[in-house]
């Protein structure tokens, strides 16, 4: 599966002294003075790295093309610069090379000046009215002006004779964006986006006909709605067809910002009445909960690592909505473990638990298996180190165990009405194990349930 990567930047300005040049004075500007600060915009590349009904996208791809030209836009007290410059590269760092035009002068008895840096495009060839830029900056207003601590334009001072540093970051031209917070030196900081997708059925009753759902989501960084607000109250349109008279609605997308480490994202989902239907449950948050990069990373294609599937709900219809997502007025206790694969398997995936009074639902979404069946457990330890005996056996309602398919794949879900001694038995599923085998019982993979 892929993980969809891009690059972005960030910038650094010197302000260093150079001979002064001379200019017209105009009566009621400022003048020029004796004094220069010269910038010069650097940049690093680094490159960085399910069974549900499912619809196809394509996925763009990042250019891999080193950046050899910049072209930098900013305004100054004394007028304005628009140049297109060679980046170098010294073994580490990208920068563009010296030019006059980039040498900005400080107004007569002053020793700084205000600078606005309003457009910024990186080109891996010299560009002209035809080449497309590899990168460009992010404005404020933009759609991915979330993704940047402060979209263009970016303003500063250049005292003349200091080093001024002013961070920004560069996404990827294509769907991606940019933030600069200027350097000297541009240096490119990676900071990758991963895409994920959402499309969703509305059911007025669980035996009603299914209509395309409208909805709104707000997603946030971390675990829960206190992190950083990455989009706030984005919804889907739900339009209706001229020619055929069906409803119809895009699935919902959202970059998510992608860092080595494992991310958290934190959605809500609203749901919004349409044309087709009104709910009495319209604008209530129907579901919400936290995913991860890793999770996310399950939705893409091994086979064809340019397509993803969408997550897809259906509210209303009579089944559960698939993990990690959930109904937030449901008093119900929810846990998730990562599965690991054991030995010289390869398999992956996660298995969820949602314990709802007597209720338990378990759900596994797991890859790189040996086509087949799939024996699994709840096993009694917390670690996988140790996972001890089976506490309960995941199989289906025919006591059969689930299957993955030709490509590796299997996915399971089932809701197991417990008696109060098996609710007990079962304790804290924080404080267990989930395993899964071969056919011949051989442990394929484990995880570590914890609750979300």
Not at 67 to 94: N, Q, S
Not at 416 to 432: H, I, K, Q, W, Y
Request: glycine fraction near 6%.
């Amino acid at each position: 599966m892929k993980n969809f990567k891009n690059y972005f930047a960030g910038i650094a300005i010197v302000a260093m002294l150079f001979a002064s040049c001379s200019k017209d004075e105009t009566s009621g500007e400022p003048k020029v003075g004796d004094e220069m600060a010269t910038i010069s915009l650097g940049a690093v590349l680094n490159d960085f790295i399910k069974n549900q009904d499912a619809l196809k996208q394509s996925i763009p791809e990042c250019s891999d093309d080193a950046p050899m030209y910049a072209r930098v836009v900013l305004t100054h007290e004394l007028g304005e610069e628009d140049v297109i410059v060679p980046i170098k590269f010294d073994g580490t760092t990208y920068f563009t090379d010296y030019d006059e035009d980039l040498a900005i002068p400080i107004p007569d008895g002053e020793t700084t000046t205000a600078v606005s840096l309003t457009d910024f495009w990186v080109y891996a060839e010299e560009p002209d009215e035809m080449t497309m830029p590899i990168w460009m900056a992010p404005k404020e207003g933009s759609d991915y002006e979330n993704f940047v601590n402060d979209a263009l334009p970016i303003n500063f001072d250049l005292r003349a004779g200091s080093k001024k540093y002013v961070d920004v970051e560069v996404l990827c031209f294509d769907d991606r964006e940019v933030n600069l917070y200027g350097y000297q030196f541009f240096d490119l900081v990676p900071v990758p986006l991963i895409k994920f997708c959402l499309f969703g059925n509305f059911c007025p009753s669980e035996d009603g006909r299914h209509y395309v759902a409208g909805y709104t989501v707000s997603v946030w960084e971390g675990s829960d709605a206190s992190g950083d607000l990455l989009y706030t109250e984005v919804s889907n349109a739900v339009v209706e067809d001229e020619i055929t008279g069906d409803y119809y609605a895009d699935p919902l997308c959202f970059w998510l910002p992608d860092t080595a480490e494992t991310d958290t994202y934190y959605f809500e989902i609203t749901l919004n009445n349409t044309d087709e239907y009104n709910s009495e449950d319209a604008g209530e948050v129907i579901l919400s909960g936290p995913i991860t990069d890793d999770e996310i990373k399950m939705f893409y294609s091994e086979e064809d690592d340019s397509k993803m599937d969408y997550y897809h709900f259906n509210y209303g219809c009579g089944n559960d909505n698939p993990p990690p997502f959930d109904d937030p007025r449901e008093e119900a206790k929810r846990y998730k473990a990562c599965l690991k694969n054991l030995g010289d398997a390869n398999a992956v995936g996660f298995a969820y638990l949602k314990l709802e009074g007597n209720m338990l639902t378990a759900t596994t979404a797991a890859t790189e298996l040996t086509t087949g069946n799939v024996p699994q457990h709840i096993h009694e330890n917390a670690s996988c180190g140790d996972y001890g005996g089976v506490l309960w056996s995941l199989d289906n309602a025919d006591t059969s165990w689930p299957e993955a398919d030709a490509m590796g794949n299997m996915f399971y879900t089932r809701t197991f009405s417990l008696t109060n001694a098996e609710v007990s038995a079962l304790g804290d599923p924080g404080a267990r194990t989930a395993v899964l085998h071969e056919a011949d019982f051989t442990p394929v993979a484990c995880g570590e349930y914890e609750e979300y």
